[in-house]
């Protein structure tokens, strides 16, 4: 059950506080080190996930203007994402309570991270997605052999499967919304900051559904009840400009996510028109005397390449917001240049396609010639036989990538020309009606010339 049958709100552990001023941490740096504040699991399962280090960023500090501004590098964790530590914790309990399969609603991250754990105990893992999703992040899911699922365009359709998927089924129920251990995995970024570093003046993190912002909150809040800390930190919540939700209301005062129509950001990872865990995430922000703040995909892009280029870390655009809202808030006099930051930098810009695209205008690229004519071979194959993706790129030679078969793919599904179907754990294609006649309409053009 992952919601109040009276209220219908989220449910989230809590410990007593006699429980945790005795607890005692022990053993190597690592997220299971935290063990004694999380709920209990039989076996803890693990791919060396946590002990992320915390990077001094002295020429990006110096550039903004900031005096002491520190990283938590996130994207060192087993599949490069902050969303490792959800899916040990909460594969160990599926796996730990007798599930044979789980199934997660995910922007990419998550799905990469439960597809590894998964595969690590050989639970069947099914993943719900948007259509629009990083190509790095499905090629993770596809190798680590979780069973994909398109449904619809936003998250929010993906979780209403999700969550249908999971009665009808009886599968464990993964998705970070409706599952609160995945809350209760990321606050030990906030335990991890408390014994690298003193707590600092700012911590900033970005927003999707709000659930990463309350999890590091209710670790300080945790570490403040054990006399661990005195208080933590302020926090910022950065949003992408085409969808902040949160931060729209923060700045007008509400304790509910505004309403918006239409999620714009190339952000994947937060691109929530409908955040569950807003409400938690403003009360967050209050709480610790933080604020709000929503940056341009430009904004993100640029920031995406400064990390880079001075500190070595290869950030994905939703990472990025924690670094592009600093300059708006030393302008503004929000923040002070000798304060202390700690921006959260939650995956790596490996596992997308965003910043690969800008920076691929210094290269010369495929003419639509060339890109008609893959789009027409794999038309063609479709039409004739029954296939699937990763069968396409083998008959092709594997002359691209994978990730490039999987968005021609994409946009041929977008357009109405071919439709997939799922059969036992593989997703087959079909080329439409529409198809054949784009095929038929080639063909008249190629005996013209």
Avoid at 25 to 42: A, E, I, Q, S
Avoid at 53 to 65: K, T, V
Avoid at 294 to 305: I, K, N, P, Q
Wanted: proline share 4%; net charge negative; glycine share 10%.
């Amino acid at each position: 059950m992952s919601r109040c049958p009276r209220c219908g709100g989220i449910l989230e552990f809590a410990f007593d506080p006699e429980h945790l001023k005795e607890a005692r941490f022990k053993g190597d740096f690592t997220f299971w080190r935290y063990r004694p504040v999380l709920p209990h699991v039989p076996k803890p399962i693990s791919l060396g996930e946590g002990g992320t280090p915390l990077h001094e960023a002295r020429r990006l500090g110096g550039a903004l203007g900031l005096e002491r501004l520190l990283l938590k590098d996130e994207t060192r964790n087993p599949t490069s994402s902050f969303k490792d530590r959800s899916a040990a914790l909460v594969i160990s309990d599926a796996a730990g309570s007798g599930f044979d399969a789980v199934v997660c609603a995910t922007n990419g991250n998550l799905g990469a991270s439960l597809a590894a754990y998964a595969a690590r105990v050989d639970v069947a893992c099914h993943l719900i997605v948007p259509t629009a999703l990083d190509i790095g992040k499905l090629a993770q899911m596809i190798a680590y052999d979780a069973d994909v699922e398109e449904a619809g365009g936003s998250i929010e359709d993906a979780i209403d499967r999700a969550s249908r998927l999971a009665e009808e089924t009886g599968w464990y129920q993964a998705t970070t919304e409706l599952n609160p251990l995945a809350v209760e995995a990321l606050k030990t970024i906030a335990y991890e900051l408390a014994e690298q570093a003193p707590v600092p003046d700012w911590m900033v993190v970005a927003m999707g559904s709000g659930a990463t912002i309350h999890a590091v909150w209710k670790g300080f809040r945790e570490l403040e009840e054990m006399g661990a800390i005195e208080q933590g930190p302020r926090l910022v919540g950065v949003q992408a400009a085409g969808c902040s939700p949160i931060a729209e209301a923060f700045i007008l005062g509400g304790d509910r996510p505004t309403e918006i129509e239409k999620a714009e950001t190339e952000a994947t990872a937060i691109r929530v028109r409908a955040p569950l865990y807003g409400s938690a995430a403003l009360e967050a922000l209050r709480d610790s005397g933080g604020l709000a703040i929503s940056v341009t995909d430009e904004e993100l892009l640029d920031a995406e390449r400064e990390i880079a280029r001075s500190e070595g870390i290869f950030a994905e655009p939703a990472s990025a917001a924690t670094v592009a809202c600093l300059r708006h808030l030393l302008e503004s006099g929000e923040m002070g240049r000798g304060d202390s930051v700690v921006s959260l930098i939650t995956s790596s810009g490996l596992k997308t396609d965003d910043i690969l695209r800008n920076l691929s205008g210094r290269r010369r690229s495929p003419g639509i010639g060339s890109r008609l004519a893959t789009k027409e071979r794999i038309l063609r194959t479709i039409d004739r036989r029954r296939t699937y993706g990763y069968d396409l790129w083998k008959s092709m030679g594997k002359k691209m990538t994978l990730g490039a078969v999987y968005q021609h793919l994409s946009d041929l599904e977008n357009r109405g020309l071919i439709a997939s179907y799922t059969e036992g754990k593989r997703r087959y294609l079909r080329i439409t009606e529409r198809g054949r006649r784009v095929l038929e309409a080639l063909k008249e053009l190629r005996s013209l010339l």
